[in-house]
């Protein structure tokens, strides 16, 4: 797809794209009929599902009103407004007692001592997309906080987490973390299934708990 971008996003280059043209095979079976994408940016991701499923829905959500402005104009340009609701959303704020059957996210997962060290190419990008909190993973605690209550039953969870991997494995033991290969290059993105987050038993005080 050709996209716009400008200062206002990301430059588009997650991992999770070679995932979306595998269809999420083979984590997802039968119809996908709801897809959100938190964090969107330029719509990137959530513009690939509409490709990838064509009776999907798709929610795209971020919190920065400048980003859905850059968003809005790639969901005209590739003519998917009907398909695919763009939202400011603080997570899922936007999306009520809405159901998915996949939720995914490249949201922000950059540690402080890291936000220090990153290229230079990386400053003319907004810092809201890249920091998140001293260890990076303040973003996907709050994602893992509510995932749940909105997936599906059979639903999977699919997030980049880039150079935090380690630390969200040390901070989530737990967790049965599926790592798939990305043959174009790049890694940490995990895929959950929603059954094992029932599993793991996380619950919105043993995530506050962990994040003191």
């Known amino acids: 797809m050709e996209l716009y971008v400008d200062e206002r996003v990301l430059v588009p280059r997650s991992p999770i794209a070679e995932i979306v043209l595998r ?3 083979p984590w997802i079976g039968g ?12 719509g990137a991701i959530a513009l690939a599902c509409a490709k990838v499923f064509p009776r ?8 920065s009103t400048a980003a859905l402005q850059v968003c809005r104009r790639n969901v005209r340009r590739l003519g998917l407004g009907k398909r ?3 939202l400011r959303s603080d997570y ?8 998915y059957d996949i939720i995914v996210s490249n949201p922000p997962y950059v540690g402080r001592a890291e936000m220090l060290t990153l290229p230079p190419e990386y400053r003319h990008e907004p810092r ?13 605690r709050a994602i893992f906080a509510s995932a749940r209550t909105h997936l599906e039953d059979q639903g999977i969870l699919v997030v980049e987490v880039g150079n935090t991997e380690a630390s969200l494995l040390h901070a989530f033991p737990r967790l049965p ?11 940490g993105v ?8 029932d599993a793991a038993n996380l619950n919105v005080e043993e995530l506050r708990e962990r994040r003191d």
């Open 84 to 86: 695919v609701s763009v």
């Open 190 to 197: 995990f895929v959950l299934k929603a059954r094992d987050l």
């Open 128 to 140: 809201l997309s890249l920091a998140s909190g001293v260890d990076g993973l303040d973003s996907v």
């Open 177 to 187: 973390f599926i790592w798939p290969r990305i043959a174009m290059g790049g890694g």
């Open 23 to 25: 269809r999420f095979a």
């Open 56 to 63: 999907a829905r798709v929610d795209a959500t971020d919190i």
């Open 92 to 99: 899922f704020s936007a999306v009520a007692d809405q159901r």
């Open 31 to 42: 119809r996908v009929r709801r897809v959100l994408d938190i964090g969107t940016g330029s």
